[in-house]
């Protein structure tokens, strides 16, 4: 259960452990120079409760979620934590001169997991998330999607119990990644894990949240329950993940994207093959026949059409008033 306090108590920044709920932020505030970035948030979240952060571009998302992970300190406010295993994945993953194994074999011994269980562990996220025919290539030259998938995986080298911190996991993931993911997610939340994530992909929000927190100019100005989220439940869509095989097929399928009913589209390069591009298209279900046929005529190729039952409106819940 996720709560909101009032409290007029003010001090110095500091950090307790608690026993009672997973995370609690008391008067929580925090500047860079002279912008006020978070606005003395209170809110109490249970372990096992999954928690999402919406909310525009600067509205100060990523640095809660960086005062939670003990990445950044709080100008003032109580920041407090269970006495647990805490597992963080940041909106970027530097591209430091390592391979995805050498990287993620690093970061599991800083965790303190014992070699085999982490050779198994690595093993077990890689051949999840598809990422095998890249954990020998170094992190400069992975795609966004691929780099997503080494820095989701060394979050979750721990396995499931105590707090994950996932800043917009599913961001350059292809779909079958973003389906394995969230399944994973739903499994970690059963098994007692606290998730705090910053997500505007429907799926999870769907599937995982069990409250979602608006924030706007640095406070949470709005909440929502699982059952309050009904109300923005729109018509089916539908994903389409496809490839373009020529830079004349990429110019041609990038011109489709302002086609009516085209929801979304994200595209990055095959990492294995130069000339290649990968595309991840949302459109709405009744649009999905035509623009699958404007792919195929542009010289683009299907690899897959999934089609979800419901889709949460989240442009909606953006612009609620508080």
Same mark, same amino acid.
Request: charged share 20%.
């Given at each position: ?26 008067? /929580? ?21 999954? *928690? ?6 600067? =509205? ?6 960086? &005062? ?20 963080? #994945? ?59 998938? *080494?820095?989701? &995986?060394? %979050? ?26 969230? #399944?994973?997610?739903?499994? $970690?939340?059963? %098994?007692?894990?606290?998730? &705090? ?7 999870? /929000? ?14 949470? =100005?709005?909440? $929502? ?12 869509? /539908? ?41 991840? $298209?949302?459109?709405?279900?009744? #649009? ?5 046929? %404007? ?7 299907? &690899? ?6 419901? =889709? ?11």
């Amino acid at each position: 259960m996720v709560r909101m306090r009032k409290n007029v108590n003010q001090g110095a920044p500091t950090f307790n452990a608690i026993g009672h709920s997973g995370v609690s932020l008391d008067q /929580v505030s925090k500047y860079f120079g002279k912008i006020k970035v978070l606005d003395q948030i209170n809110v109490d979240i249970d372990a096992g409760e999954c *928690v999402v952060l919406v909310g525009k571009n600067g =509205s100060g998302k990523s640095t809660l979620l960086r &005062i939670l992970a003990g990445v950044l300190l709080p100008d003032s406010g109580t920041v407090g934590k269970t006495k647990s295993t805490h597992m963080y #994945a940041s909106d970027v993953l530097p591209r430091l001169p390592f391979t995805a194994e050498e990287y993620l074999s690093h970061m599991g011994r800083i965790c303190g997991i014992d070699s085999k269980r982490l050779r198994q562990r690595i093993q077990e996220l890689s051949n999840l998330l598809s990422l095998d025919s890249a954990m020998d290539q170094k992190l400069p030259f992975l795609s966004k999607g691929t780099l997503q998938k *080494v820095n989701l &995986i060394q %979050a979750l080298l721990p396995g499931p119990g105590g707090l994950l911190l996932l800043d917009e996991p599913l961001s350059g993931l292809d779909i079958s990644a973003q389906e394995a993911l969230t #399944a994973l997610l739903e499994q $970690w939340k059963q %098994a007692g894990t606290t998730i &705090i994530t910053i997500c505007h992909e429907p799926k999870l /929000v769907e599937r995982v949240a069990d409250r979602v927190l608006l924030l706007r100019g640095g406070c949470i =100005s709005r909440q $929502w329950t699982r059952e309050e989220l009904l109300l923005y439940t729109g018509p089916s869509v /539908v994903h389409i993940q496809g490839r373009s095989l020529t830079e004349q097929s990429t110019h041609a399928i990038s011109k489709l994207e302002e086609q009516d009913g085209v929801l979304s589209v994200t595209s990055h390069p095959d990492s294995s093959h130069v000339q290649e591009v990968c595309w991840a $298209w949302k459109v709405a279900s009744y #649009a999905s026949d035509q623009i699958l046929r %404007a792919i195929l005529e542009a010289g683009g190729s299907i &690899i897959s059409v999934q089609q979800d039952q419901s =889709s949460l409106r989240m442009e909606s819940l953006l612009e609620e008033e508080a």
